[in-house]
């Protein structure tokens, strides 16, 4: 049982623990933390592939953005100690049954296969080689990826902004 | 560090199968929109998972599946912006995020 | 250019001037005009059709152009016409010219009225010159959507339900013989080569057995919805019964006459080791319709729906006879289209003119009108004896022409059923006697109809137009059969061997 | 000799039908019928000369037929035409005068008989109409054509019969005429096809040539334990039974006398009743030669007949139909005679003596009916019970009909006496049973005839309500005329010129035959006087102490009932209803069944669209599942 | 970035342009937008013109984004398409209290547009899901346009929960196919042919994240709400442009990309299509409410499109682009007519059709038109859209499916004929008004009617 051993299953038991939690809690507020959890863990995860750009990302976009966001939400439109009713009979069965099926039926395809990892050499992954590419424009470069979601944000702001405001109909 | 000689790649690709469907389950449950949008969340970083999983695992020699995370989670911002907002002008509609009142469209 | 364009070119110009000029009369008149030309045209057709034959052309088709449409699908567009489309195009050039007259009191919508009239018009005349399955069906289609305008907006009583009724069942079968036409076309090219639309160059090839077995019940069927053939005819009575005057004397004068020739064009002439092989079935069907049909009309008491029922027995009878497929008894059974067409168009003709005063289709509401209407009621008359197949009128040339054709059939069974067949006319006299008896004859019912008017010029035209031709066929029909009867031998021969 | 113009006298009736019938009623009534009688003269005058050239030129010892004139009307096959055209044989011929002399007459007749009637015009008309036809079918060359002109006099006849078309019960007759005799014409018409299939000609001069193929190699196939041929001819002669009105087909002929009485005498006494006897006769070496079992049907359907209506006779009250009856027995009287002769010279005496006898009933059956006619006109009734002692009023009436009653009864040298001698002797040559029977009949007959003559012109009279007084001249010149021929007629040579295969047959007088016959008609009138000279009570007594035979006969033995329950009961509450019922109920209802079925249908599953949006996202991955699931699974 | 890649991008680049000057006109124009809408217009019609001028085939960034003939004239077909739909709206817009949302209406529909273009024209499957969620979530926002309204809120709403979930779904395709081919760039993975039972599983994933945007059954059950909530202008953005890119795209992968595993999809298709021309047609037999009608009309006619990809020859592709085009004409029509007399009266039931061609002749005969082309009669152009498709099924010998095709297409034909029915034959005491167009929408619906009629006998067309 080696470090990294034990520190993925630690990353893998929080991730699964937290994200059941996540959506098992009546507490909406909880719910929120624990997807936090869930996202830092994996956040661990990156890391540990030495991703640390996207840990980094991962970090700061979904623990600092999104999960904010969500809790800014949710102070705007519930109050946070009230219990969330329980799901209904008929949405848990249902529920339940497509993804336990799902599970199923996705694991036993996966695991039938067996990945061909490719011979090539592998390419670090140190930052400097990470923004060459993030603004390359010729192969693998993704620089209009890049560009792309620029405006995808542009819009998503304009449309959340136009939404969002309340003063004009 | 390098994780591939300790842990198998199916190990993750499971790992982010069942929180997929964990998220999923959220999704299909949860009768509050913010809590759903909690699974679509999930949803979204289990399949972050499986690309950074491949690209560690088999082809190190790009970085694909890393730059596709990085999509990934940008767009994910976006979305749950976007959907915040819905929710709230849901909220000034219907003075509730609950969202088995959201039915009036049916048939 | 080929002449044959002018049968189309002729409606659509007419169309054109109805939806340019604007008060009632004018377009009456636009629209009478242009069918007049039509109609004329068609006798120039059937004049430079008897010249081109007896100046040694014995080519199948005559005055044939074909131009490329859709490349890549080999679809064409082909005109040409034997002697069968030539009688089927007089035909319907003479009924829909009696149509327009017939419905020149349409006060509701005129303009669209008659448009929609000769759109129906043109999708027959089309149907009736194409040599491309495509073409074909386009126009078969064509022809049936506007019938569903026609009977739901100037009909009468459940229109909605009997147009709906109809436009759906008609179109259920047109989409059948999609599936077979289809089949054809996949089918055209069995040694490889070019996948062809065009009916001449698939009769030539020889489809395996078990394609022609899968096929045929397909386009027969398709077809025959509209042919009325028994179980799917009853969307006749309803259609009919609802539909405006001129639209049931096309429906059933011409359109219900698509059925029949293309049974024969497509089904039996492309497919005939199939037909040969499932005839049977057919023919049970078919006498079940013509008896049946004749039957049902006994018991009718709505003047329309004893007229449907007639067309359901009459219109079994040219299916009958097509599939007895030899030369006299499909002779007969075209015969018996244009006769029927014909005839049948008199009769709504009348009703319609005969409603128009008595505002009722009950017969038994009616009684005595040979006194107060004497013209209506003689062409009533007439048409009746017409019907049953009097002598000295169309009616009877076509029966005899199919019994004595069918029962030429060296097959007992086929024998039989002719003889089933034949009953059909006595029971005809008994449906129409009984009308005549109760509807014309007898004490004047109504002291109302004692101010009723005896037909208007343009009533007479329209119906004396229809009593002359079948007068005419009826005391010379050795030139129509002749006509018909040179341009089938081909036919029969490619169908028999 | 050159036939040719004989083409007139089909042409020529019909031209006056087409300018009566379509400007007839512009013009004033009496120019129709003036017209409409000259051209009948014309055309009369036309046949007696045909006659006379036919007659006079015997090539060889038979007489050959001519075809006159022929054109193609329709052509089926390269074998089966329908020709239309005119032949010329003795049988022809003989029609010929026949038919255009007694409607000559009844032309004349209904001048006087039909003057102020409403449709004059219309009446005339059809009359030209029917005198076309009838002649058409006479002269046919082929059995198709005789079968449009079969179907064309049913027509008019229907025309006629129905002429006060006001009267509820003139259109059921004349409905009643034209389906009946159209259901026999559909046994015709089958056996037409059947015998066209077989011989493969519609020809006359091909069916019935006794040397050609159709004689000679007759088909043998069988059909139900008969041959087909056999099955042919008994269909054929099942038209002729209709328009010959035989048992059980007779119905619809006492009903016909609702048309106007010349129109009865003409075609439901003297023309086209004997379309049947004719057609037979037409058709007879094939009769003769390849069925003869048909021929024995004919001959005991016609015995049967003549006695079964002139047993009717003697009860019916309506002097019309009296007459009417008495045409059924003594056209059953030609049947008989046809049905046991034989083919060639002496053999074919019965031939000869029907058509001998069709030729001298054709004059005095029209006779009485003309007189019949003048009386009604003048008591403006049909009932015997309301007229008597009419002598007195209409002498020359009076004469005509007694003229009639004795030739009728067969007493010589009146005309009857000759042919029903004939007949007797034929049928005592074959079949000793049936002479019999028609030895009977020829005493009813002559009972019924005077119980009529009695009833009307002697008897006591009632008390009328204006005196009746004798017909104008343009109805009682007729009479006189028909009455000589009735009269004389019977001295024709007949026996030399129409015979079944246009040799002369010698014939000689059997008075082991004549005597009795004449006896017994004696007997008859002794009897209808001693019962009907004066008013008395005998009938009635008679009529009791035989009461329900009485009833039955006169009933006509309830075949009309069942006529009524057949049509009324079966083929229309039994099998038309049901068949509509069926169609809007079953067939289409079925139809309107898929439509309806699948609107419900999608008013079930509209849950599915239930407007929460976790459900539709559920639909959504569980759809993709189970898609995957089933892809995989198939590949 | 040089010129030439400036002139193959040309399209993105301006659409880029124009929606930055929305941004411009919407923050600086305040009054007058009447101006701005204009200036749309006109630059968007250049834009559209540009689209049809010749180019070179390229493939830019590594292939991430590649350039043709057949995709300028996909992405041609989505410019007219849009274009119509500006002109159609410009009623709506000029409505007082849409005056000021005319920016963010713009962009976000342009900006929906451009993802479009990068759908079609993307070179790997991160420039696709990029597309696809530019396409998307701005979608979501137009869908809750109407803020005024309950309905639009909830469209709204609906639309990002299911879509957020379908992308998440296809995004699970994506990593799995990523795992398997080891590269997201069709060019490579065209290359390789993997017939694993995973690939499969992924692709099963990938198509229904693409048949969710098309609405094929069982993935369409937002449309109906969706459609109907939206306002109309939207709707029939969604169910021609939208529609029209996602099938677009998805045939370009298939085909392109996934030839090899042409037995898979084109069963897929096979299934698709019958499930969703039936249920489809089931559920539009009962609509009252015409948007909602349209959009279960618009359900089965994407059945009908699947058709096409039973058949993976040329044949299938062409008839299906072909076929929607049709569709997009007529269906326009429909809306272009819908969108005049619900901004007018706000009627959008089909009994306030009743007698509406009393009032107005000319926009019903339209109407009438363009049903009878998707209910796929002659002569319209439909009719021949549809034979070709079922042509391409039929040359499959699949004479099965294309009898429940034209089956379907016979059902569909009733409840197209009720619409016709309230128009012409239904009477009505209060029927709609007789309406006056503005000179933008007749030019709209002219286009639309002139392609419907032309179409069919102009074989140019097809070919």
């Given at each position: 049982m080696t470090g990294p051993k034990i520190i993925f299953f630690v990353l893998a038991t929080a991730i699964v623990v937290f994200s059941i939690l996540s959506i098992a809690s009546r507490k909406i507020l909880r719910a929120a933390i624990h997807l936090l959890f869930v996202l830092v863990a994996m956040a661990g995860l990156y890391y540990m592939m030495n991703f640390q750009f996207l840990a980094a990302v991962q970090l700061i976009l979904y623990a600092g953005g999104i999960v904010v966001l969500i809790i800014f939400s949710i102070l705007l439109t519930s109050q946070i100690n009230s219990k969330l009713d329980p799901p209904k009979k008929s949405h848990l069965l249902s529920g339940a049954v497509t993804a336990v099926g799902g599970i199923v039926l996705a694991t036993i395809t996966i695991l039938q296969f067996a990945f061909k990892p490719s011979q090539e050499p592998a390419i670090s992954t140190n930052m400097r080689t990470v923004g060459r590419q993030l603004l390359?424009?010729?192969?693998?470069?993704y620089a209009l990826p890049f560009e792309v979601i620029s405006i995808l944000l542009l819009a998503a702001l304009v449309g959340s902004i136009f939404i969002a405001r309340k003063n004009k109909i | 560090m390098n994780l591939q000689a300790e842990i198998p790649l199916d190990y993750l690709v499971v790992l982010s199968t069942i929180v997929f469907f964990i998220g999923l389950m959220g999704v299909l449950i949860r009768r509050n929109l913010i809590t759903m949008l909690m699974g679509i969340e999930l949803m979204l970083n289990a399949v972050n998972i499986n690309f950074v999983a491949f690209n560690h695992y088999l082809f190190p020699h790009r970085l694909e599946g890393h730059f596709f995370a990085l999509i990934v989670m940008a767009i994910a911002a976006a979305e749950a912006a976007i959907a915040i907002s819905l929710i709230i002008n849901i909220y000034r509609q219907f003075a509730t995020v609950s969202v088995d009142d959201v039915d009036e469209l049916k048939h | 250019m080929n002449l044959l364009l002018i049968l189309l070119i002729i409606p659509l110009l007419t169309i054109v001037g109805i939806a340019l000029v604007s008060d009632i009369t004018k377009v009456r008149w636009v629209a009478a005009i242009g069918m007049s030309a039509q109609l004329i045209f068609s006798f120039i057709l059937l004049y430079l059709f008897f010249r081109e034959r007896n100046s040694g052309n014995t080519d199948a088709m005559l005055f044939v152009s074909a131009a490329t449409w859709y490349e890549s699908f080999n679809i064409q567009l082909k005109l040409g016409v034997d002697g069968i489309s030539v009688s089927m195009i007089l035909l319907t050039s003479i009924v829909t010219f009696a149509g327009v007259f017939a419905s020149w009191q349409v006060e509701y919508l005129t303009k669209e009225f008659f448009i929609s009239l000769i759109i129906l018009a043109g999708g027959v005349f089309g149907f009736f010159i194409s040599l491309d399955l495509f073409t074909m069906f386009l126009f078969y289609e064509l022809a049936v959507i506007p019938m569903y305008l026609l009977i739901g907006i100037w009909g009468s009583g459940p229109k909605e339900y009997s147009a709906m009724k109809l436009t759906l069942m008609l179109m259920g079968g047109s989409a059948i013989l999609l599936v077979g036409l289809l089949g054809l076309y996949f089918n055209s090219a069995p040694g490889g080569g070019r996948l062809t639309f065009d009916l001449t160059e698939i009769a030539k090839i020889s489809i395996p057995l078990s394609t022609q077995l899968f096929f045929f019940p397909f386009i027969f069927i398709g077809f025959g919805v509209l042919g009325a053939l028994f179980p799917l005819h009853t969307w006749s009575p309803d259609g009919h019964a609802s539909a405006p005057t001129a639209v049931s004397m096309l429906h059933a004068?011409?359109?219900?006459k698509l059925g029949g020739y293309g049974c024969f064009r497509v089904a039996l002439y492309l497919l005939p080791e199939a037909a040969h092989s499932l005839a049977w079935i057919f023919i049970i069907l078919t006498t079940i319709s013509v008896v049946y049909g004749a039957f049902g009309a006994v018991w009718q008491k709505d003047l329309k729906y004893i007229n449907a029922y007639s067309s359901v027995s009459h219109c079994g009878l040219v299916l009958f006879a097509l599939l007895m497929m030899n030369e006299t008894a499909t002779t007969g059974a075209i015969l018996q289209m244009i006769s029927h067409g014909l005839m049948t168009a008199l009769f709504f003709a009348l009703i319609g003119m005969i409603y128009s005063r008595t505002h009722s289709r009950m017969i038994h509401e009616m009684g005595g009108l040979m006194k107060v209407i004497p013209f209506l009621s003689v062409v009533y008359v007439i048409a009746g004896l017409a019907s049953l197949g009097?002598?000295?009128?169309s009616g009877f040339v076509a029966e005899m022409t199919i019994f004595v054709g069918s029962f030429q059939h060296t097959d007992t069974f086929h024998r039989m059923a002719t003889i089933l067949a034949c009953s059909s006319i006595v029971i005809t006299a008994v449906y129409i006697l009984r009308v005549v008896g109760i509807l014309l004859l007898g004490p004047i019912k109504d002291n109302h109809f004692l101010e009723l008017k005896d037909a208007q010029w343009f009533e007479k035209l329209s119906t004396v137009t229809l009593v002359a031709s079948i007068a005419i066929i009826g005391i010379t029909p050795f030139w129509l059969s002749n006509l018909i009867h040179g341009s089938l031998t081909q036919m029969i021969h490619a169908i028999t061997n | 000799m050159d036939f040719s113009y004989t083409i007139l006298i089909l042409v020529l009736p019909f031209l006056i039908f087409l300018l009566i019938g379509s400007l007839g009623s512009r013009w004033r009534p009496h120019l129709s019928g003036l017209l409409g009688t000259s051209g009948l003269f014309i055309i009369t005058v036309l046949a007696y000369v045909t006659a006379f050239n036919y007659f006079i030129h015997r090539t060889g010892e038979a007489y050959q037929a001519i075809e006159a004139s022929q054109l193609t009307w329709l052509s089926f096959t390269d074998d089966l035409i329908i020709h239309l055209g005119i032949l010329l044989d003795p049988l022809s011929v003989m029609m010929l005068v026949v038919i255009t002399t007694v409607s000559l007459m009844v032309h004349i007749y209904s001048l006087g008989y039909m003057k102020g009637e409403a449709g004059f015009a219309r009446y005339f008309a059809f009359l030209s109409f029917f005198t076309f036809s009838m002649l058409g079918l006479v002269v046919a060359t082929n059995i198709f054509q005789m079968y449009i002109f079969w179907e064309l006099v049913g027509l008019s006849s229907y025309l006629l019969i129905g002429f006060y078309y006001e009267r509820p019960s003139a259109v059921a007759a004349a409905k009643k005429a034209f389906i009946v005799t159209r259901f026999a014409d559909l046994g015709f018409l089958i056996g037409i096809l059947i015998l066209s299939f077989n011989t493969n000609t519609f020809d006359f001069a091909r069916l019935t040539d006794q040397h050609g193929p159709v004689i000679a190699q007759p088909v043998t196939a069988m059909f139900m334990g008969l041959s087909v041929t056999t099955w042919a001819m008994l269909l054929i002669f099942m038209g002729g039974a209709g328009k010959s009105a035989m048992f059980p087909l007779h119905i619809w002929l006492p009903d016909?006398?609702?048309?106007?009485t010349p129109v009865s005498a003409l075609i439901h006494a003297a023309t086209m009743v004997v379309a049947g006897v004719y057609l037979v006769a037409r058709l007879f070496p094939i009769y003769h030669f390849s069925s003869p079992g048909s021929l024995d049907v004919i001959a005991y359907v016609g015995s049967f007949t003549s006695l079964f209506a002139a047993v009717i006779a003697c009860t019916q009250l309506d002097i019309k139909r009296v007459l009417a009856y008495s045409t059924l027995s003594q056209i059953g009287y030609m049947m008989v005679a046809l049905g046991v002769s034989g083919y060639g010279n002496e053999a074919g005496l019965g031939y000869m003596a029907s058509l001998f006898h069709l030729f001298t009933h054709a004059f005095f059956k029209a006779l009485l009916f003309l007189g019949a006619g003048s009386v009604i006109h003048a008591v403006h009734n049909n009932l015997m019970t309301e007229m008597g002692g009419l002598r007195k009023y209409m002498p020359v009436t009076h004469i005509t009909f007694l003229v009639a009653c004795i030739t009728i009864a067969g007493i010589p040298p009146f005309s009857g006496f000759f042919s029903k001698d004939e007949i007797l002797v034929a049928a005592f040559e074959h079949n000793k049973i049936i002479f019999a029977v028609q030895w009977l009949v020829a005493g009813i007959t002559a009972f019924y005839m005077f119980r009529l003559y009695f009833n009307i012109f002697w008897n006591s009279n009632p008390e009328y309500h204006h005196t009746p007084h004798e017909s104008p001249s343009t109805m009682t010149i007729p009479l006189f005329i028909l009455a000589v021929m009735s009269i004389f007629s019977g001295f024709v040579p007949f026996h030399e010129l129409v015979t079944s295969d246009g040799r002369p047959l010698a014939t000689e007088f059997h008075p082991m035959i004549a005597v009795p016959s004449v006896l017994i008609a004696l007997a008859g009138i002794g009897l209808a006087a001693a019962l009907y000279y004066r008013k008395n009570s005998r009938p009635e007594t008679i009529a009791k102490s035989l009461k329900a035979f009485y009833t039955m006969a006169y009933r006509k033995f309830y075949v009309d009932e069942v006529y009524l329950f057949v049509t009324h009961k079966v083929v229309f509450q039994l099998i038309s209803r049901p068949a509509a019922w069926f169609d809007r109920h079953i067939v289409d209802g079925t139809m309107n069944l898929i439509g309806n079925s699948t609107v419900s249908f999608s008013g079930a599953i509209k849950e599915m669209q239930s407007g929460e949006v976790q459900w539709y996202i559920w639909y959504f991955t569980s759809g993709v599942l189970l898609l995957a699931l089933m892809i995989l699974y198939l590949t | 970035m040089s010129w030439s890649t400036l002139s193959i991008m040309r399209l993105e680049v301006l659409l880029t342009v124009m929606i930055l000057y929305q941004l411009i006109a919407d923050l600086s124009v305040k009054e007058n937008k009447l101006k701005v809408v204009q200036a749309t217009l006109l630059f968007f019609g250049v834009i559209t013109a540009v689209g049809f001028a010749p180019s070179p085939a390229a493939s830019l960034f590594g292939n991430m984004y590649i350039h043709d003939e057949l995709r300028t004239l996909l992405k041609n077909i989505l410019n007219v398409s849009t274009l119509i739909i500006l002109l159609q709206s410009t009623g709506w817009l000029n409505k007082e209290e849409n005056r000021s949302k005319t920016g963010a209406f713009f962009l976000l529909l342009f900006s929906t547009l451009l993802g479009m273009y990068f759908m079609i024209s993307a070179g790997d499957f991160l420039m696709l899901y990029l597309g696809l969620e530019l396409a998307t979530l701005p979608l979501t926002i137009l869908a809750a346009f109407d803020k005024k309204l309950r309905r639009s809120a909830e469209a709204g709403i609906k639309l990002l929960m299911s879509s957020a979930v379908s992308s998440a779904v296809l995004l699970f395709g994506i990593s799995l196919l990523y795992g398997i081919y080891?590269?997201?760039h069709f060019s490579e993975m065209a290359l390789l042919t993997d017939s694993s039972t995973l690939s499969v599983f992924a692709l099963i994933f990938f198509m229904a994240g693409l048949g969710f945007k098309l609405s094929l059954v069982p993935f369409h059950l937002w449309t109906a709400d969706v459609y109907e909530g939206s306002p109309l202008q939207v709707t029939s953005y969604f169910s021609v442009v939208s529609k029209g890119a996602a099938l677009f795209t998805l045939m370009l992968v298939l085909y392109l990309v996934f030839n090899h595993h042409h037995a898979v999809w084109s069963m897929t298709a096979y299934f698709l299509s019958i499930t969703t021309m039936v249920v489809g047609n089931l559920f539009a037999l009962r609509q009252k409410n015409l948007k909602r009608f349209m959009a279960f009309s618009s359900i089965t006619q994407a059945g009908f499109m699947m058709l096409g990809f039973v058949n993976r020859d040329a044949l299938g592709m062409n008839t299906v682009v072909y076929f929607m085009l049709i569709y997009s004409l007529s269906n326009l029509a429909v809306f272009g007519v819908l969108s005049i007399v619900v901004n007018a009266t706000g009627k959008e039931s089909m009994d306030d059709f009743n007698g509406f061609y009393s009032t107005n002749p000319r926009l019903s005969l339209i109407m009438l038109l363009a049903l009878f082309s998707l209910a796929g009669i002659?002569?319209?152009?439909g009719f021949f859209g549809k034979f070709f498709l079922f042509t391409a099924v039929a040359a499959k010998s699949m004479y099965l499916l294309v009898f429940i095709a034209v089956v379907n297409a016979t059902v569909s034909l009733y409840y197209y004929l009720l619409v016709v029915k309230a128009m012409f034959i239904n009477k009505n005491e209060t029927p709609i008004p007789a309406l006056s167009s503005s000179w933008y929408e007749k030019v709209a619906l002219t286009i639309c009617f002139a392609g419907i009629v032309m179409i069919g006998f102009l074989s140019v067309v097809y070919n």
């Amino acid at each position: 049982m080696t470090g990294p051993k034990i520190i993925f299953f630690v990353l893998a038991t929080a991730i699964v623990v937290f994200s059941i939690l996540s959506i098992a809690s009546r507490k909406i507020l909880r719910a929120a933390i624990h997807l936090l959890f869930v996202l830092v863990a994996m956040a661990g995860l990156y890391y540990m592939m030495n991703f640390q750009f996207l840990a980094a990302v991962q970090l700061i976009l979904y623990a600092g953005g999104i999960v904010v966001l969500i809790i800014f939400s949710i102070l705007l439109t519930s109050q946070i100690n009230s219990k969330l009713d329980p799901p209904k009979k008929s949405h848990l069965l249902s529920g339940a049954v497509t993804a336990v099926g799902g599970i199923v039926l996705a694991t036993i395809t996966i695991l039938q296969f067996a990945f061909k990892p490719s011979q090539e050499p592998a390419i670090s992954t140190n930052m400097r080689t990470v923004g060459r590419q993030l603004l390359g424009t010729d192969v693998y470069g993704y620089a209009l990826p890049f560009e792309v979601i620029s405006i995808l944000l542009l819009a998503a702001l304009v449309g959340s902004i136009f939404i969002a405001r309340k003063n004009k109909i | 560090m390098n994780l591939q000689a300790e842990i198998p790649l199916d190990y993750l690709v499971v790992l982010s199968t069942i929180v997929f469907f964990i998220g999923l389950m959220g999704v299909l449950i949860r009768r509050n929109l913010i809590t759903m949008l909690m699974g679509i969340e999930l949803m979204l970083n289990a399949v972050n998972i499986n690309f950074v999983a491949f690209n560690h695992y088999l082809f190190p020699h790009r970085l694909e599946g890393h730059f596709f995370a990085l999509i990934v989670m940008a767009i994910a911002a976006a979305e749950a912006a976007i959907a915040i907002s819905l929710i709230i002008n849901i909220y000034r509609q219907f003075a509730t995020v609950s969202v088995d009142d959201v039915d009036e469209l049916k048939h | 250019m080929n002449l044959l364009l002018i049968l189309l070119i002729i409606p659509l110009l007419t169309i054109v001037g109805i939806a340019l000029v604007s008060d009632i009369t004018k377009v009456r008149w636009v629209a009478a005009i242009g069918m007049s030309a039509q109609l004329i045209f068609s006798f120039i057709l059937l004049y430079l059709f008897f010249r081109e034959r007896n100046s040694g052309n014995t080519d199948a088709m005559l005055f044939v152009s074909a131009a490329t449409w859709y490349e890549s699908f080999n679809i064409q567009l082909k005109l040409g016409v034997d002697g069968i489309s030539v009688s089927m195009i007089l035909l319907t050039s003479i009924v829909t010219f009696a149509g327009v007259f017939a419905s020149w009191q349409v006060e509701y919508l005129t303009k669209e009225f008659f448009i929609s009239l000769i759109i129906l018009a043109g999708g027959v005349f089309g149907f009736f010159i194409s040599l491309d399955l495509f073409t074909m069906f386009l126009f078969y289609e064509l022809a049936v959507i506007p019938m569903y305008l026609l009977i739901g907006i100037w009909g009468s009583g459940p229109k909605e339900y009997s147009a709906m009724k109809l436009t759906l069942m008609l179109m259920g079968g047109s989409a059948i013989l999609l599936v077979g036409l289809l089949g054809l076309y996949f089918n055209s090219a069995p040694g490889g080569g070019r996948l062809t639309f065009d009916l001449t160059e698939i009769a030539k090839i020889s489809i395996p057995l078990s394609t022609q077995l899968f096929f045929f019940p397909f386009i027969f069927i398709g077809f025959g919805v509209l042919g009325a053939l028994f179980p799917l005819h009853t969307w006749s009575p309803d259609g009919h019964a609802s539909a405006p005057t001129a639209v049931s004397m096309l429906h059933a004068g011409v359109l219900m006459k698509l059925g029949g020739y293309g049974c024969f064009r497509v089904a039996l002439y492309l497919l005939p080791e199939a037909a040969h092989s499932l005839a049977w079935i057919f023919i049970i069907l078919t006498t079940i319709s013509v008896v049946y049909g004749a039957f049902g009309a006994v018991w009718q008491k709505d003047l329309k729906y004893i007229n449907a029922y007639s067309s359901v027995s009459h219109c079994g009878l040219v299916l009958f006879a097509l599939l007895m497929m030899n030369e006299t008894a499909t002779t007969g059974a075209i015969l018996q289209m244009i006769s029927h067409g014909l005839m049948t168009a008199l009769f709504f003709a009348l009703i319609g003119m005969i409603y128009s005063r008595t505002h009722s289709r009950m017969i038994h509401e009616m009684g005595g009108l040979m006194k107060v209407i004497p013209f209506l009621s003689v062409v009533y008359v007439i048409a009746g004896l017409a019907s049953l197949g009097l002598p000295g009128l169309s009616g009877f040339v076509a029966e005899m022409t199919i019994f004595v054709g069918s029962f030429q059939h060296t097959d007992t069974f086929h024998r039989m059923a002719t003889i089933l067949a034949c009953s059909s006319i006595v029971i005809t006299a008994v449906y129409i006697l009984r009308v005549v008896g109760i509807l014309l004859l007898g004490p004047i019912k109504d002291n109302h109809f004692l101010e009723l008017k005896d037909a208007q010029w343009f009533e007479k035209l329209s119906t004396v137009t229809l009593v002359a031709s079948i007068a005419i066929i009826g005391i010379t029909p050795f030139w129509l059969s002749n006509l018909i009867h040179g341009s089938l031998t081909q036919m029969i021969h490619a169908i028999t061997n | 000799m050159d036939f040719s113009y004989t083409i007139l006298i089909l042409v020529l009736p019909f031209l006056i039908f087409l300018l009566i019938g379509s400007l007839g009623s512009r013009w004033r009534p009496h120019l129709s019928g003036l017209l409409g009688t000259s051209g009948l003269f014309i055309i009369t005058v036309l046949a007696y000369v045909t006659a006379f050239n036919y007659f006079i030129h015997r090539t060889g010892e038979a007489y050959q037929a001519i075809e006159a004139s022929q054109l193609t009307w329709l052509s089926f096959t390269d074998d089966l035409i329908i020709h239309l055209g005119i032949l010329l044989d003795p049988l022809s011929v003989m029609m010929l005068v026949v038919i255009t002399t007694v409607s000559l007459m009844v032309h004349i007749y209904s001048l006087g008989y039909m003057k102020g009637e409403a449709g004059f015009a219309r009446y005339f008309a059809f009359l030209s109409f029917f005198t076309f036809s009838m002649l058409g079918l006479v002269v046919a060359t082929n059995i198709f054509q005789m079968y449009i002109f079969w179907e064309l006099v049913g027509l008019s006849s229907y025309l006629l019969i129905g002429f006060y078309y006001e009267r509820p019960s003139a259109v059921a007759a004349a409905k009643k005429a034209f389906i009946v005799t159209r259901f026999a014409d559909l046994g015709f018409l089958i056996g037409i096809l059947i015998l066209s299939f077989n011989t493969n000609t519609f020809d006359f001069a091909r069916l019935t040539d006794q040397h050609g193929p159709v004689i000679a190699q007759p088909v043998t196939a069988m059909f139900m334990g008969l041959s087909v041929t056999t099955w042919a001819m008994l269909l054929i002669f099942m038209g002729g039974a209709g328009k010959s009105a035989m048992f059980p087909l007779h119905i619809w002929l006492p009903d016909a006398m609702e048309g106007p009485t010349p129109v009865s005498a003409l075609i439901h006494a003297a023309t086209m009743v004997v379309a049947g006897v004719y057609l037979v006769a037409r058709l007879f070496p094939i009769y003769h030669f390849s069925s003869p079992g048909s021929l024995d049907v004919i001959a005991y359907v016609g015995s049967f007949t003549s006695l079964f209506a002139a047993v009717i006779a003697c009860t019916q009250l309506d002097i019309k139909r009296v007459l009417a009856y008495s045409t059924l027995s003594q056209i059953g009287y030609m049947m008989v005679a046809l049905g046991v002769s034989g083919y060639g010279n002496e053999a074919g005496l019965g031939y000869m003596a029907s058509l001998f006898h069709l030729f001298t009933h054709a004059f005095f059956k029209a006779l009485l009916f003309l007189g019949a006619g003048s009386v009604i006109h003048a008591v403006h009734n049909n009932l015997m019970t309301e007229m008597g002692g009419l002598r007195k009023y209409m002498p020359v009436t009076h004469i005509t009909f007694l003229v009639a009653c004795i030739t009728i009864a067969g007493i010589p040298p009146f005309s009857g006496f000759f042919s029903k001698d004939e007949i007797l002797v034929a049928a005592f040559e074959h079949n000793k049973i049936i002479f019999a029977v028609q030895w009977l009949v020829a005493g009813i007959t002559a009972f019924y005839m005077f119980r009529l003559y009695f009833n009307i012109f002697w008897n006591s009279n009632p008390e009328y309500h204006h005196t009746p007084h004798e017909s104008p001249s343009t109805m009682t010149i007729p009479l006189f005329i028909l009455a000589v021929m009735s009269i004389f007629s019977g001295f024709v040579p007949f026996h030399e010129l129409v015979t079944s295969d246009g040799r002369p047959l010698a014939t000689e007088f059997h008075p082991m035959i004549a005597v009795p016959s004449v006896l017994i008609a004696l007997a008859g009138i002794g009897l209808a006087a001693a019962l009907y000279y004066r008013k008395n009570s005998r009938p009635e007594t008679i009529a009791k102490s035989l009461k329900a035979f009485y009833t039955m006969a006169y009933r006509k033995f309830y075949v009309d009932e069942v006529y009524l329950f057949v049509t009324h009961k079966v083929v229309f509450q039994l099998i038309s209803r049901p068949a509509a019922w069926f169609d809007r109920h079953i067939v289409d209802g079925t139809m309107n069944l898929i439509g309806n079925s699948t609107v419900s249908f999608s008013g079930a599953i509209k849950e599915m669209q239930s407007g929460e949006v976790q459900w539709y996202i559920w639909y959504f991955t569980s759809g993709v599942l189970l898609l995957a699931l089933m892809i995989l699974y198939l590949t | 970035m040089s010129w030439s890649t400036l002139s193959i991008m040309r399209l993105e680049v301006l659409l880029t342009v124009m929606i930055l000057y929305q941004l411009i006109a919407d923050l600086s124009v305040k009054e007058n937008k009447l101006k701005v809408v204009q200036a749309t217009l006109l630059f968007f019609g250049v834009i559209t013109a540009v689209g049809f001028a010749p180019s070179p085939a390229a493939s830019l960034f590594g292939n991430m984004y590649i350039h043709d003939e057949l995709r300028t004239l996909l992405k041609n077909i989505l410019n007219v398409s849009t274009l119509i739909i500006l002109l159609q709206s410009t009623g709506w817009l000029n409505k007082e209290e849409n005056r000021s949302k005319t920016g963010a209406f713009f962009l976000l529909l342009f900006s929906t547009l451009l993802g479009m273009y990068f759908m079609i024209s993307a070179g790997d499957f991160l420039m696709l899901y990029l597309g696809l969620e530019l396409a998307t979530l701005p979608l979501t926002i137009l869908a809750a346009f109407d803020k005024k309204l309950r309905r639009s809120a909830e469209a709204g709403i609906k639309l990002l929960m299911s879509s957020a979930v379908s992308s998440a779904v296809l995004l699970f395709g994506i990593s799995l196919l990523y795992g398997i081919y080891g590269t997201l760039h069709f060019s490579e993975m065209a290359l390789l042919t993997d017939s694993s039972t995973l690939s499969v599983f992924a692709l099963i994933f990938f198509m229904a994240g693409l048949g969710f945007k098309l609405s094929l059954v069982p993935f369409h059950l937002w449309t109906a709400d969706v459609y109907e909530g939206s306002p109309l202008q939207v709707t029939s953005y969604f169910s021609v442009v939208s529609k029209g890119a996602a099938l677009f795209t998805l045939m370009l992968v298939l085909y392109l990309v996934f030839n090899h595993h042409h037995a898979v999809w084109s069963m897929t298709a096979y299934f698709l299509s019958i499930t969703t021309m039936v249920v489809g047609n089931l559920f539009a037999l009962r609509q009252k409410n015409l948007k909602r009608f349209m959009a279960f009309s618009s359900i089965t006619q994407a059945g009908f499109m699947m058709l096409g990809f039973v058949n993976r020859d040329a044949l299938g592709m062409n008839t299906v682009v072909y076929f929607m085009l049709i569709y997009s004409l007529s269906n326009l029509a429909v809306f272009g007519v819908l969108s005049i007399v619900v901004n007018a009266t706000g009627k959008e039931s089909m009994d306030d059709f009743n007698g509406f061609y009393s009032t107005n002749p000319r926009l019903s005969l339209i109407m009438l038109l363009a049903l009878f082309s998707l209910a796929g009669i002659p002569p319209v152009a439909g009719f021949f859209g549809k034979f070709f498709l079922f042509t391409a099924v039929a040359a499959k010998s699949m004479y099965l499916l294309v009898f429940i095709a034209v089956v379907n297409a016979t059902v569909s034909l009733y409840y197209y004929l009720l619409v016709v029915k309230a128009m012409f034959i239904n009477k009505n005491e209060t029927p709609i008004p007789a309406l006056s167009s503005s000179w933008y929408e007749k030019v709209a619906l002219t286009i639309c009617f002139a392609g419907i009629v032309m179409i069919g006998f102009l074989s140019v067309v097809y070919n």
